[in-house]
């Protein structure tokens, strides 16, 4: 309860819910006697009083030992207290009276809210599943009347006016229990209803046209059948008339084929003809008919394949006429068979026909061919005893044949054709012009050996001459072979030797190894000389083949050889491209130690450019070369510990390689302040201030990030601060001041060099003018070099602008390659092409 409820205490039972009194006394170990507040809340009554007593009085502080304990405990009472206690315990009592009847009173209450509550809920229940109830039967009737506007959506012409029936059924027995919806599904009914009888009519309108379109198709289409069957009418007759036509050219050929009399023969074979082409001709007909009516041949009914009637049972026999069969497809098929049958029939006679008039031209032939001969035998049977002999047969074969028989061959013919040995007759006339031509061959294979055998002999001595021009080349080629291996050798092995020389010395090295290459490479390509001299050699067809292919092997020796010699080359190029590379890296480093070195004496002496210019170029001169800048070096003092990184005079002419970017020889004034420039590069903004003093110097403006300033002097240490400032000159618009480098909590302001990136495409050209012409810019595009976005570049002058174009320009070095020139950093109207990178 907080600080205003501490302190003791009276009540009928220790830790109970009722209080009699309070005392705010919290440091007293007993009960105090007076100041007790009764009830607790009041202010304190003067007439309560505690005193201790051996038992408490009638009525007194409540039941329980706890009680009774307190009450023996406290001092006897006197007449007046024991009133006041009584008066109070009767308080007391009309108190717990008061209290009893006000509970039983709330009990009372209480069970009749219970009661009531309970009724309440009773009779909501009973509401309740009544509502239920009548929203089950709304849903019930719902879902039935929009089950039936749903299939009187869907309705058919053929079910429209049973589901509309059904409809007005379904709305006459549940409209009533549909309650706040009736509105809503009278609105569907009806709306239903007048969809539905639209579209009804709409489907009317439709299968009404569709049926007088297929009214109308169906006429077309008997108009089409009536159509089809009378061309398969025509068809029919064109089929038989060609089956009738190869009928007679089998008969005519078949006729033919039986006459024994060639003579005969020509005019029997003229008539078949006739019948053959005109057989053709019928044919064809059918063909371009059935080719020109196709389309309307199809129009035919399909095949109907009806089974027979059944025979009649009654056993008794009755004529019936049958009926007739209405064309179909299937009749088209059988007349385009018949045709087919006709066309093979005529054309397998016709093959044999033309086989037969064959037969007997032969025939023909033959027998005047054996007149032929026999003539000829007569002519050469100059004694006519009806067999040639000797000088008869050799009379003939120089006659026929231009031939004269040798006696040996002339002998062996007679031996083997003259059986009796009087001579040669006329039925083995045909041998002895075999035997004849035998002989005649058999003179002329004799000729053809000796011309072989001479040819053989000029071919060997071709080769011969041939083969020897290849053994030199050959022998070039084996010569070089071994000097080809041993430069191939040398070449892969300067990767190994040149990691531990120096660039001077792998460049000796390099020109040592190309020189044996190239001397090699002379060697190979007089060999490929020699190889291509044998080339043009001239030589027989037949040992051309074999010539091509051993020139072949040659030239493919050779240029084995020009590879192996050019790879060698190329590995010795590459080796000299690393060799320049590193001779580069070393030139940067000692023209950056040489710099170094020149900036170390200029800020110890306190220097100005041009002062230290005039210092090392010889009096009245406009620049300095390497033996020069070598002598100023060498004279300058040594920092302590550098002897042994001591820049020699040979490093210093070294480095002047590097230093002279325009390879002009000598390094002026305008070049030397350049190399003598430091940049810094702005990376935080920073004020740029008239005085070295922080405190007392004016703020002249603020420098922004990226931009790019030329250190004057410095860094030096402001005293107050201690922070190191530069006196510097910014490049965006020249102002000159002083800029801190670092703050004294480690913030940057200023680093160390500034290169330059190419972010839009442009051109380095040699001269800071640029004409603004058409043709001059054309020219100067085609001739200059293109600078690509991202390329690097090192500042070699201040950007200033053209005057006549508006051009800001200024002169770099392209990091990549080493190009020096002007480029343009803005153009005329403000498109930038270089900025800090």
């Known amino acids: 309860d907080g600080e205003s409820g501490a302190g003791w205490w009276i009540g009928p039972q220790i830790g109970g819910n009722m209080v009699w009194g309070h005392h705010p006394n919290r440091s007293s170990s007993t009960p105090p006697s007076t100041g007790w507040q009764a009830p607790h809340s009041g202010p304190p009554d003067a007439a309560m009083v505690l005193t201790p007593a051996g038992s408490a009085p009638a009525g007194g502080f409540g039941h329980g030992s706890a009680t009774a304990a307190f009450a023996s405990a406290l001092p006897p009472q006197s007449p007046a207290q024991a009133a006041v206690q009584a008066r109070l315990q009767q308080q007391r009592q009309t108190q717990q009276q008061q209290m009893e009847e006000q509970r039983r009173k709330m009990a009372e209450m209480g069970q009749q809210r ?35 506007v749903k299939k009187v959506r869907a309705a058919t012409p053929d079910n429209f006016d049973m589901l509309k029936e ?56 008997q108009e089409s059948v009536e159509k089809a069957i009378g061309l398969l009418g025509e068809l029919t007759d064109l089929a038989q008339a060609a089956e009738e036509s190869a009928g007679e050219v089998k008969a005519g050929v078949a ?36 080719k020109a009516h196709s389309a309307e041949l ?50 397998t006679e016709t093959r044999g026909f033309r086989a037969a008039v064959e037969a007997a031209r032969k025939k023909a032939v033959a027998a005047q061919e054996m007149q032929r001969v026999g003539g000829v035998f007569k002519k050469y049977d100059k004694d006519k005893d009806g067999a040639l002999n000797k000088k008869e047969i050799q009379v003939y074969a120089k006659t026929e044949f231009k031939f004269t028989v040798p006696d040996i061959a002339l002998d062996n013919i007679f031996k083997a054709i003259a059986q009796d040995g ?37 071919l060997a001595e071709q080769k011969a001459t041939a083969q020897a021009k290849l053994d030199e080349v050959t022998a070039a080629v084996k010569a070089v072979e071994a000097e ?62 074999w010539f ?54 200029q800020t110890a002496k306190s220097l100005t450019s041009d002062a230290l210019f005039e210092a090392i170029a010889p009096k009245g001169a406009d620049g300095f070369g390497g033996k020069e800048l070598a002598a100023f070096i060498g004279g300058l003092p040594k920092p302590d510990g550098e002897e042994a990184r001591a820049l020699t005079g040979a490093d210093v002419e070294r480095a002047f390689g590097g230093l002279d970017e325009e390879r002009g020889g000598s390094v002026s004034k305008a070049a030397f302040e350049c190399l003598l420039m430091v940049l810094m590069k702005v990376v935080k903004d920073v004020a740029i201030t008239d005085g070295l003093s922080i405190k007392e110097a004016k703020t002249l403006r603020r420098l922004e990030c990226g931009e790019v300033l030329q250190v004057i002097e410095g860094p030096v240490k402001e005293q107050q601060t201690e922070v190191e400032r530069v006196r510097a000159k ?15 909590q480690g913030s940057l302001f200023l680093k160390p060099g500034a290169d330059f990136k190419v972010i839009k495409e442009t051109i380095l050209t040699e001269g800071f003018e640029i004409e603004m012409s058409k043709d001059e810019t054309r020219k100067i595009k085609e001739s200059t070099r293109k600078l690509k976005p991202g390329e690097l570049i090192e500042l070699r002058g201040i950007a200033r602008k053209q005057e006549d174009t508006g051009l800001t320009r200024m002169k770099c070095k392209v990091k990549s390659d080493g190009s020096l020139g002007y480029v343009t950093t803005v153009g005329n109207t403000g498109i930038k092409f270089v900025e800090v990178a």
């Open 114 to 148: 219970a009661l009531e509550m309970q009724r309440k809920q009773q009779e909501m229940a009973t509401r309740r599943a009544q509502e239920m109830r009548r929203a089950q039967e709304e849903q019930g009737a719902v879902m039935a009347i929009r089950n039936c």
């Open 166 to 221: 059904q409809l007005a059924q379904t709305l006459a027995q549940q409209f009533d229990r549909c309650g706040a919806q009736k509105a809503k599904l009278q609105e569907e009914s009806d709306s239903a209803l007048d969809q539905a009888s639209k579209r009804i009519e709409e489907v009317k309108e439709k299968r009404a046209k569709a049926e007088e379109t297929r009214k109308e198709m169906e006429r077309k289409r």
């Open 255 to 290: 006729e033919f084929a039986q006459r024994p009399a060639a003579e005969e023969g020509d005019e029997a074979a003229q008539g078949v003809e006739k019948l053959v082409e005109a057989a053709a001709g019928k044919a064809q007909a059918c063909q371009e008919f059935l």
């Open 298 to 347: 199809r129009a035919l009914p399909p095949n109907t394949n009806k089974p027979p009637p059944p025979p009649d049972k009654s056993g008794e026999d009755k004529e019936e006429e049958p009926a007739e069969a209405k064309p179909t497809l299937q009749s088209l098929q059988k007349v385009q068979l018949r045709i087919t049958a006709s066309k093979h029939l005529l054309d």
């Open 422 to 458: 009087k001579g040669v007759k006329e039925a083995d006339f045909h041998r002895l012009t075999v035997a004849v031509g035998v002989a005649r061959e058999r003179a002329r294979d004799l000729e053809r050996r000796k011309l072989r055998e001479a040819r053989e002999k000029e």
């Open 484 to 545: 080809v291996a041993e430069a191939n050798k040398q070449s892969r092995t300067l990767a190994t030797e040149g990691k531990g020389l120096s660039s001077t010395e792998m460049l000796a090295k390099a020109g040592e190894v190309e020189a044996a290459v190239k001397a090699t490479a002379e060697k190979v390509a007089a060999a490929t000389k020699a190889a291509a001299a044998v080339e043009g050699t001239e030589v027989d067809a037949e040992l051309k083949k």
């Open 548 to 601: 091509d292919l051993e020139v072949k092997r040659a030239k493919a020796s050779c240029a084995s050889l020009e590879a192996q010699t050019a790879r060698a080359l190329a590995a010795v190029e590459k080796f000299r491209g690393e060799a320049t590379r590193k001779d580069a890296i070393e030139v940067r480093e000692l023209a950056s130690r040489v710099v170094l070195a020149l900036k170390t004496h």
């Open 730 to 744: 910014a490049m965006k618009d020249d102002v000159e001041g002083w800029v801190t480098v670092a703050g004294n």
